[in-house]
């Protein structure tokens, strides 16, 4: 038999945690639903022992356990926690506390460098943050003339693959006639990597500075692509911050469709499904606007996987994960696209950058060439000619 290692709790630490989670964890009583229900544990033989970070929340533990970073925060396991813990919070706090004790994983610290010296943690120039938009004619934001301010993010400015969702959907602002502005170079970065990575005070302080930068262009409304800088925007800038109304595009262009100003004139004879982006759905409940456009695509078939909505299978891309390797079949979107391919769907749907990323990857790796992965705002582009793009 082995022996039992001691630990010590820590007072000062075991305070921390309580001010920084406002007491989240202390609801917590163990059953150990969290560490079930976490994706994890279908992928890797040792689930994440999500309750065990619970306990040492609760207690004032920190053992440097590198698995803490394996989180996505898709808040799977908080939907299903039966006492309401905002585990999610928990972790984050956690985070931050191994930050501070240098236990931080391998690659981490120069994401956060890299939004430092270059506005945007893709490690690319800030003077390139543009360069996606070569020769789509987009004004510079003016809040006299524009309806909203079209927040692109660092993803869709830097990431190859993600720049065609941005380019995308300056074809349906412009079929819709809104009126439109953009940053270009000024664009901020909303902070999302700082904030997932669980370095709350860095990212406060680059919130900070977006949100003056919204303020001095006098932006009212902000459309972003993102679900995570929706999120950001929504969620985690201050009252004092936020002097704008947030949304996602999803929620834009179904309104756009109500009320007329955008049509999709093209038909798409395919079967699709829909993979519910975490921070659209399970952080910010929405689920019904991305489905709402693919309603109104004229030839598409709906059809969903075994897990949607509330229940919906995050991507892997999540909580920084975007910044640590995976190894191919430990991915959750491995499984997610073949959950989409035993749905029967041939074209594998998302409205987030980090999604289209991963699955695009998962289907690849599965050898599923008959899978198409695409963005909705592509798709949707697809189906609108403006003569303009
Ligand atoms: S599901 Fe909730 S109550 Fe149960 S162990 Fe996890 S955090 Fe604690
Ligand atoms: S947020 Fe998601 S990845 Fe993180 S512990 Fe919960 S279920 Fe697992």
């Known amino acids: 038999m082995s022996a039992i290692e001691p630990r010590l709790v820590d007072d000062a630490l075991w305070y921390r945690l309580l001010e920084l989670t406002d007491g989240a964890a202390a609801l917590c009583y163990q059953c150990g639903v969290c560490t079930a229900m976490c994706p994890w544990g279908d992928l890797r033989k040792e689930p994440l022992s999500v309750r065990t970070f619970l306990r040492q929340a609760q207690l004032g533990l920190?053992?440097?356990?590198?698995?803490?970073?394996?989180?996505?925060?898709?808040a799977q396991c908080s939907a299903a926690c039966p006492r309401g813990v905002d585990i999610v919070k928990v972790l984050r706090a956690l985070r931050l506390l191994a930050w501070e004790l240098r236990q931080v994983e391998i690659g981490l610290p120069s994401v956060l460098w890299s939004l430092h010296w270059n506005n945007n943690p893709w490690t690319q120039p800030p003077s390139q943050r543009a360069g996606w938009a070569k020769g789509l004619d987009i004004p510079a934001f003016d809040p006299q003339q524009h309806e909203i301010l079209f927040y692109v993010g660092c993803t869709s400015s830097f990431d190859?693959?993600?720049?065609?969702?941005?380019?995308?959907?300056?074809?349906?602002?412009?079929?819709?006639?809104?009126?439109?502005?953009?940053?270009?170079?000024?664009?901020?970065?909303?902070?999302?990597?700082a904030l997932s990575l669980g370095h709350s005070p860095y990212f406060r302080e680059v919130a900070?500075?977006?949100?003056?930068?919204?303020?001095?262009h006098g932006v009212t409304a902000l459309v972003a692509i993102s679900p995570h800088c929706y999120d950001v925007f929504k969620n985690h800038f201050s009252a004092s911050m936020n002097n704008f109304e947030p949304m996602h595009y999803t929620q834009y262009l179904a309104q756009l469709l109500e009320s007329g100003r955008?049509?999709?004139?093209?038909?798409?004879?395919?079967?699709?499904?829909?993979?519910?982006?975490?921070?659209?759905?399970?952080h910010n409940g929405e689920y019904q606007a991305p489905r709402r456009i693919l309603a109104s695509i004229p030839g598409l078939e709906?059809?969903?996987?075994?897990?949607?909505?509330?229940?919906?299978?995050?991507?892997?891309?999540?909580?920084?994960?975007?910044w640590l390797?995976?190894?191919?079949?430990?991915?959750?979107?491995?499984?997610?696209?073949?959950?989409?391919?035993?749905?029967?769907a041939s074209l594998l749907a998302t409205a987030c950058p980090f999604c289209v990323t991963c699955l695009e990857d998962s289907a690849k790796f599965k050898k599923l060439s008959g899978m198409q992965v695409l963005d909705i705002a592509e798709l949707a582009a697809r189906t609108v000619s403006n003569g303009k793009h």
């Not at 053992?63 to 898709?74: E, N, R, V």
């Not at 993600?162 to 000024?186: F, P, T």
């Not at 900070?208 to 001095?216: C, G, I, K, V």
């Open 262 to 282: 955008l049509r999709f004139n093209q038909s798409e004879e395919t079967r699709v499904t829909f993979q519910d982006p975490c921070y659209l759905g399970r």
């Open 302 to 322: 709906l059809v969903e996987m075994t897990q949607h909505e509330e229940d919906g299978l995050c991507c892997g891309g999540g909580g920084g994960r975007m």
């Open 62 to 74: 920190q053992d440097g356990d590198q698995s803490l970073w394996l989180c996505t925060t898709c």
């Open 325 to 344: 390797e995976t190894p191919a079949g430990e991915r959750f979107s491995d499984l997610r696209v073949e959950q989409a391919a035993a749905c029967g």
């Open 208 to 216: 900070r500075q977006a949100a003056q930068t919204f303020d001095e």
């Open 160 to 193: 190859r693959r993600s720049q065609k969702i941005a380019r995308a959907l300056v074809h349906l602002l412009d079929a819709a006639g809104v009126r439109y502005g953009y940053l270009g170079e000024a664009e901020p970065c909303c902070g999302e990597s």
